[in-house]
């Protein structure tokens, strides 16, 4: 049964430009996670999904930041006009149940020039 | 909003010595886990222990909710349990979102 899956692991933008960071949840999890680390820090809460529904998304930047998680296909994070600021590790969790154990994934480590 | 503190921040040890770790938090929880970060990043789960004791080989866990806080205890070290081990709480009124301690940073010397 293979993990949370998370692409690219590494991802690098220019200032301005756009982030996609995606996301597949363990089988049988319809419950999705977002959080970010900044260096030396702990995980950060972001946004919750569930299929086809963002369920709390209050910890997410109001502008620039929206996610999703279709019916078919991994949930998507994504990041337009990316700024220095938005350097971070993005982690994504999953779960089959809200407020069971979430497991994550290997996170993506986003760098902005 | 809840606070979760961790301590010790730095922790040094050579290998075969034991260690605690501590995790206290302002107000009640729903659940508690802990996770250890490697040096490569990832995010491995050590426990998920809401109250009482839990044990998985060299590690155990100990959780008061009554009291507010948590133990990590790694005993017999390894280099390979190197990282950064985080403690995170689920909010009663939250039961999803984990809410992250900044970690204890632990160096075991060969």
């Known amino acids: 049964n293979a993990g949370v899956m998370q692409n690219p692991r590494h991802l690098v933008r220019r200032r301005g430009q756009e982030a996609r960071l995606r996301c597949s949840p363990m089988?049988?999890?319809?419950?999705v996670y977002w959080y970010r680390q900044l260096p030396e820090e702990g995980l950060k809460f972001m946004v919750y999904?569930?299929?086809?529904?963002?369920?709390?998304e209050s910890g997410m930047p109001k502008e620039r930041f929206s996610a999703e998680f279709p019916k078919e296909g991994p949930s998507i994070l994504r990041i337009q006009q990316v700024v220095r600021g938005d350097s971070a590790a993005y982690f994504c969790?999953?779960?089959?149940?809200?407020?069971?154990?979430?497991?994550f994934g290997p996170g993506t480590r986003l760098t902005v020039l | 909003g809840i606070q979760v503190e961790q301590s010790p921040p730095d922790l040094i040890l050579q290998e075969g010595a034991n260690s605690t770790l501590r995790c206290n938090f302002s107000?009640?929880?729903?659940?508690l886990q802990w996770f250890h970060q490697n040096p490569w990043g990832q995010l491995i789960n050590l426990f998920y222990?809401?109250?009482?004791?839990k044990q998985n080989g060299r590690l155990s866990a100990t959780t008061v909710a009554t009291e507010r806080y948590s133990l990590l205890y790694i005993s017999s070290s390894q280099t390979t349990d190197s990282g950064v081990y985080f403690c995170?709480?689920?909010?009663?009124?939250?039961?999803?979102?984990?809410?992250w301690g900044a970690g204890t940073k632990l160096i075991i010397k060969p």
């Open positions: 969790a999953s779960s089959p149940l809200s407020g069971n154990e979430q497991f």
């Open positions: 089988k049988g999890h319809s419950h």
């Open positions: 999904l569930q299929k086809e529904n963002i369920i709390d």
């Open positions: 107000d009640s929880v729903n659940n």
């Open positions: 222990i809401p109250s009482g004791t």
């Open positions: 995170a709480v689920y909010r009663v009124d939250s039961n999803y979102q984990l809410i």
